[in-house]
């Protein structure tokens, strides 16, 4: 049963063309002149040597991001840093209130929750 689910998992793999991921063969957002490679599961862009950035965009040496808090993307020969999901924008940085980022999610998927009950029980 194993080699029957890894030899699916094989060819669901395989049947992607190059520069997708996923089941359903989404688009990598990678910028292919500046990026080795796409992961095929999880989309995630290889940079080629001398390139940084969530999509590759950006020259090492002048991405004036924190990749920790923050992924650098090129727009019209400008560098912008955008907060990755669990950081908030505050004046020109990025903040790690990943505490608030959990609070949000919980507020919004108890909400969904509430106006589904409340949408049923008319």
């Known amino acids: 049963m194993i080699k029957q689910l890894l030899a699916y998992f094989l060819i669901l ?12 063969c989404k688009s990598c957002s990678c ?3 500046n990026a080795d490679s796409c992961d095929h599961i999880t989309g995630k862009c290889k940079c080629k040597p001398g390139f940084s950035g969530a999509t ?20 019209n020969k ?25 609070i949000s999610k ?3 998927i108890y909400y969904l929750k509430l106006s589904r009950f409340f949408s049923t029980v008319e």
């Open 31 to 33: 910028n292919k002149t």
């Open 106 to 108: 919980f507020i919004c």
């Open 78 to 102: 400008s560098q912008i840093c955008l907060c990755k999901p669990e950081y908030l924008r505050k004046n020109l940085t990025c903040t790690g209130n990943f505490a608030l980022f959990l």
């Open 13 to 24: 793999v395989s049947v992607c063309p190059e520069w997708t991921f996923g089941k359903k």
């Open 56 to 75: 590759c965009d950006c020259s090492k040496g002048n991405d004036p991001c924190n990749a920790t808090i923050s992924d650098c993307h090129s727009t």
